[in-house]
């Protein structure tokens, strides 16, 4: 197995008057008689050689990047440093940037760096990032230049971590959806979003880091994505799972700020996405929350009685994306909602009457017990938005399989990837109808896929032709074209379903509680 990038360390004869070939050539010459050629020097690496190579008698480390055609010479050194090798995988989303250092000799983790994405400020929502570079055109001077700046912070925060010069490394592997990649670039990301749906590009290949404005020495590659809306980062977690390897059909779910889901097998892969994820992580909510300190991450309801615990366990403030699914699920099997997701008034003295709403609520966190000195509360309109996107996630995994031409019973394995699924209890996900019903066993949950697939690629360079395969071979549909999506939205907007033999499980432990299915 052998990586992006190699440092190899050389013995040169030094010129002399009877062979008075430059540095740049006797470095060639010496590189191709290991195997290494074509090899391409650029500027900045041919600036470095004077005097460096005399000084140090021609004994020097050249790191080594190797793309489609032959090599690109990222650097060079003094010295036989061709024991000090490291790689960087990144996974760059619209929320978090996570960034780790890799030994190319060991393939372990040296360190890992996480950072909230620069392009927040500009929005929340990748939408209103796009609408933001479309006002003017040095607005896409701005949003190239704080999501460099957030790489930039992730490569000092390593080295300082670590000592380690991060920035020196020769590779960089970035994973990361059509549209981030767009941002980076500084390309147009409207083309990602408007009809015909055509990014600029959707295999961007190589760039140096300072091409990018980036404080990185090295090349960058950019996982290549395999439609406008099935980006880099889940062909970089198809290249972790091996699903298209595998004789049975699989599915693979990744839901983040948006969803995206895949379903195939070693003949064929389908791949659809839609806007799941933001509703699931708790923004919909007056007190909804990302999952920090001060969060409900977990509910519990037993004998009409509600307990919780947050992030760092502090005093809430708020409820993040798995708490809010414990509260409807037990909610749901205890009797506070029925199959439509209605509050049940009566059912518990937290179903009540909030004036602040103006509507039905179920408090899950009263004055006494809240950070804020008042209840926290989901609203009956709360619950209502959620159901309508734990629809749209369901019906995406009922439609694929059903254009693919296979059950849910006909899925061998079922990967769940993103903070999402990390963080939420699998089975509140099945009892309010977020993913199928299916034997638990079949379950796995891989919390950042498109990280681990960028290190896989980084260490192990022959799987490129086959990751930039996979992309041009994947079958993406369009969800909006499908006839009877809606009629099939409005089936799933119920808790877990209308049809209830769908659920077996949830089913069962509703008739336990003696409650109306």
Same mark, same amino acid.
């Given at each position: 197995m052998q990586g992006f990038s190699e440092k190899v360390f050389l013995k040169i004869a030094p010129p002399t008057e009877d062979d008075a070939a430059g540095d740049q050539q006797r470095i060639k010459a010496a590189l191709a008689e290991r195997g290494y050629a074509p090899v391409e020097i650029p500027l900045a690496v041919l600036r470095r050689l004077y005097p460096l190579c005399r000084d140090c008698g021609y004994e020097i480390t050249v790191s080594l990047v190797c793309r489609e055609i032959g090599w690109m010479m990222v650097g060079v050194e003094a010295g036989d440093c061709s024991g000090s090798h490291y790689g960087l995988a990144v996974d760059y989303g619209s929320t978090k940037v996570v960034m780790q250092l890799v030994d190319m000799a060991s393939g372990e983790v040296v360190a890992e760096e996480r950072e909230t994405n620069g392009q927040v400020v500009y !929005?929340? /929502? #990748?939408?209103?990032? #796009?609408? *933001?570079?479309?006002?003017?055109?040095?607005?896409?001077?701005?949003?190239?230049?704080?999501?460099?700046?957030?790489?930039?912070?992730?490569?000092?925060?390593?080295?300082? =971590?670590?000592?380690?010069?991060?920035?020196?490394?020769?590779?960089?592997?970035?994973?990361?959806?059509?549209?981030?990649?767009?941002?980076?670039?500084?390309?147009?990301?409207?083309?990602?979003?408007?009809?015909?749906?055509?990014?600029?590009? $959707?295999?961007?290949?190589?760039?140096? &880091?300072?091409?990018?404005?980036?404080?990185?020495?090295?090349?960058?590659? @950019?996982?290549?994505?395999?439609?406008?809306?099935?980006?880099? +980062?889940?062909?970089?977690?198809?290249? %972790?799972? /091996?699903?298209?390897?595998?004789?049975?059909?699989?599915?693979?779910? /990744?839901?983040?700020?948006?969803?995206?889901?895949?379903?195939?097998? =070693?003949?064929?892969?389908?791949?659809?996405?839609?806007?799941?994820?933001?509703?699931?992580?708790?923004?919909? $909510? =007056? *007190?909804?929350?990302?999952? /920090? +300190?001060?969060?409900?991450?977990?509910?519990?309801?037993?004998?009409? =009685?509600?307990?919780? $615990?947050?992030? &760092?366990?502090?005093?809430?403030? !708020?409820?993040? &994306?798995?708490?809010?699914? +414990?509260?409807?699920?037990?909610?749901?099997?205890?009797?506070?909602?029925?199959?439509?997701?209605?509050?049940?008034? &009566?059912?518990?003295?937290?179903?009540?009457?909030?004036?602040?709403?103006?509507?039905?609520?179920?408090?899950?966190?009263?004055? *006494?017990?809240?950070?804020?000195? %008042?209840?926290?509360?989901? $609203?009956?309109? +709360? @619950?209502?938005?959620?159901?309508?996107? %734990?629809?749209?996630?369901?019906i995406m995994v009922e439609c694929l399989l059903e254009t693919a031409g296979c059950s849910e019973k006909d899925l061998a394995h079922c990967y769940l990837s993103g903070a999402f699924a990390a963080h939420s209890d699998l089975e509140s996900a099945i009892t309010i109808g977020i993913f199928p019903d299916l034997p638990r066993e079949k379950f796995s949950i891989i919390n950042n896929t498109s990280l681990e697939g960028a290190r896989i690629l980084l260490l192990d360079r022959s799987r490129r032709s086959e990751l930039e395969q996979l992309a041009e071979s994947i079958y993406c549909v369009q969800f909006a074209s499908i006839p009877d999506f809606i009629v099939r939205m409005q089936a799933a907007k119920f808790i877990p379903h209308t049809d209830m033999e769908r659920y077996p499980s949830v089913k069962e432990k509703l008739e336990k509680g003696e409650l109306k299915l």
């Open positions: !929005g929340t /929502d #990748i939408l209103t990032r #796009i609408t *933001y570079t479309m006002e003017a055109p040095e607005h896409f001077d701005d949003i190239q230049r704080v999501t460099a700046d957030t790489f930039n912070r992730l490569l000092a925060r390593l080295s300082e =971590k670590t000592g380690i010069n991060a920035a020196a490394c020769p590779a960089m592997i970035i994973s990361g959806n059509t549209t981030m990649i767009h941002f980076l670039l500084r390309l147009d990301a409207w083309t990602v979003f408007a009809s015909p749906y055509a990014p600029v590009t $959707s295999a961007p290949g190589w760039f140096f &880091g300072h091409e990018l404005g980036m404080d990185f020495i090295g090349m960058v590659y @950019i996982i290549p994505a395999a439609s406008n809306y099935v980006g880099g +980062d889940i062909v970089s977690g198809l290249l %972790k799972l /091996d699903i298209h390897k595998n004789e049975e059909p699989s599915m693979f779910f /990744d839901i983040g700020t948006n969803g995206e889901l895949v379903v195939g097998n =070693k003949h064929w892969m389908m791949a659809g996405a839609g806007a799941a994820g933001p509703a699931l992580e708790g923004y919909i $909510s =007056k *007190y909804g929350m990302r999952a /920090d +300190d001060g969060a409900i991450e977990k509910v519990k309801i037993e004998g009409g =009685k509600l307990s919780f $615990s947050t992030i &760092g366990g502090k005093a809430p403030v !708020g409820i993040c &994306g798995s708490g809010i699914i +414990d509260l409807i699920a037990q909610m749901r099997l205890n009797g506070w909602i029925n199959i439509a997701g209605a509050l049940e008034e &009566g059912a518990s003295d937290r179903v009540r009457f909030i004036e602040e709403a103006g509507e039905l609520a179920a408090v899950y966190a009263e004055a *006494y017990e809240s950070a804020l000195g %008042k209840p926290l509360y989901f $609203s009956q309109t +709360d @619950i209502h938005q959620y159901v309508d996107t %734990k629809a749209a996630a369901y």
